[in-house]
């Protein structure tokens, strides 16, 4: 017996149609904000990653599903979407297309972590890329997409907001930082040391307890917004609120990728552990060109759908309701079990959810398993029926009983 690998999980017949809702709702979604879908590969040059998310980031330096193919390219099973989102932007010109270019995609993701509740190696995000756009009304509309998501699993949660400025306060905001870090630099951890040298910003990051006690005293980006990120901030935050997104601003909130600039967000729930991010997104203004484009403005946005499983399970949120054969056929003998697959056939054809006897079951067998299948309808054919061309009809739910002529069960039942 061979197990399946730690980290990831199957998707049970029974447990299918919690996926198809989701994924239901995040097109509904997409549909509505003019999202248009896209799908990139699942694996891609290792380097469009350590460029495109980073190398001062935990996905780049310690999780990614990197290997060598037989050619001895180096090769990464991508551990989010929008490295790969913004690949497709530039390799396939769609900077010339009129703007801003809104796509959205649902994909599996990879990252070598600690497998836990909420944390997976092999995991799927649903997620939205603008491209093009600066103005901060894009980040509002960006923002409000996911919550409407959200509102539409029926899921509770709480929307922090930051900006993180662009690369002119940034500097200013770093310079702080690392006057602040500096002499508690030898009690903390080692990633934060490095990033202390490259990049003092992701050491808000850091989830190690040692080092959460100094970042919890350390200066505030918000205090450092230049102008015009300033001014980019309070605008998202009016449209927020104009259109009653209830927020709160979180300066430590910086992301765990490397590419964002100002408007930076996540929607956080507490009743699913730890792991209580379901949705993250944020703006990445320099990535498109970092990754060989032009430079072209971005906001996106990617949600964890096992998360948010997780989150409808311990709510209980309601998945709508897992669809129910409509009629289930029962033949008594050979000929009438041929006359059933005929029917259900027929049915099938017209897109109606019909289902037969595969066991070679008695009829009291059939009933009974048509009754644990949640068949609505259960039609019968013995001899009689066969000789009139009809079935006996019984309602699953109210019980009664009616004869029903062969070429009339599709009407009769599929109105
Ligand atoms: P975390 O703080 O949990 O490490 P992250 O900052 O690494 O999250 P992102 O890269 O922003 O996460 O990914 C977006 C979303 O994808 C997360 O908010 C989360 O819902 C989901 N996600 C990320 N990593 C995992 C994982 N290993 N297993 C399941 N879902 C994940
Ligand atoms: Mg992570």
């Known amino acids: 017996m061979i197990n399946i690998p730690k980290g990831t999980k199957d998707v049970l ?74 690949r497709l932007f530039i390799e396939n010109g769609l900077a010339s297309s009129p703007m801003p270019v809104k796509a959205f995609y649902i994909t599996p993701a990879f990252r070598y972590e600690r497998p836990q509740a909420g944390r997976l190696r092999e995991f799927h995000q649903f997620g939205i ?16 997409a996911a919550s409407s998501f959200l509102d539409k699993l029926g899921v509770k949660t709480k929307l922090e907001l930051n900006s993180i400025g662009c690369p002119i306060c940034r500097a200013e905001y770093n310079k702080a930082l690392k006057e602040y870090f500096k002499p508690h630099l030898d009690e903390m951890c080692e990633t934060c040391r490095t ?4 990049n003092p910003l992701r050491m808000l990051d850091c989830k190690e307890e040692g080092c959460k006690k100094f970042t919890a005293g350390a200066p505030k980006i918000t ?47 507490d009743a699913i552990g730890a ?13 498109v060109e970092q990754l060989g484009g032009n430079s072209v403005p971005a906001i996106g946005f990617a ?36 006359a059933a697959f005929g029917l259900a056939n027929g049915l099938r054809k017209a897109g109606c959810r019909a289902e037969i006897d595969h066991m070679n079951r ?23 029926e066969l000789s009139n061309g009809e079935v006996n009809l019984k309602n699953m739910k109210d019980g009664t009983q009616e004869k029903v002529k062969f070429e009339n069960l599709l009407a009769r039942i599929c109105k």
């Open 275 to 287: 792991q209580g991010t379901v949705c993250g997104g944020g703006r990445y203004d320099g990535l």
């Open 13 to 86: 017949p029974a447990q299918s149609y919690k996926w198809s809702y989701i994924e239901g709702k995040a097109r509904e979604v997409a549909h509505a904000f003019n999202l248009l879908e896209i799908r990139t590969p699942t694996f891609e040059h290792t380097e469009l990653f350590t460029r495109g998310v980073g190398d001062t980031t935990d996905v780049v330096n310690k999780e990614m599903y990197t290997f060598e193919d037989k050619g001895g390219r180096s090769i990464t099973l991508k551990p989010e979407g929008t490295a790969g989102a913004v």
């Open 129 to 144: 890329e603008v491209f093009g756009s600066k103005s901060y009304e894009t980040d509002a509309e960006v923002i409000i």
């Open 195 to 198: 990033r202390f040298e490259k």
């Open 223 to 269: 205090d450092y917004l230049c102008e015009e990120c300033n001014s980019h901030f309070d605008g998202v935050k009016s449209l927020l609120t104009a259109q009653g997104v209830e927020f709160t601003v979180n300066p430590r909130i910086v992301r765990g990728l490397d590419y964002y600039s100002k408007t930076v967000f996540e929607f956080v729930s």
């Open 362 to 384: 008695s009829v009291k067998a059939q009933f009974k398993y048509a009754d644990k299948l949640g068949a609505e309808y259960v039609a019968v054919i013995g001899e009689s």
């Open 303 to 338: 949600a964890g759908i096992e998360r948010l499983m997780l989150l409808m399970e311990n709510t209980g949120a309601s998945f709508g309701e897992e669809a129910k054969p409509r009629i289930y056929i029962a033949g008594m003998d050979e000929k009438s079990r041929a």
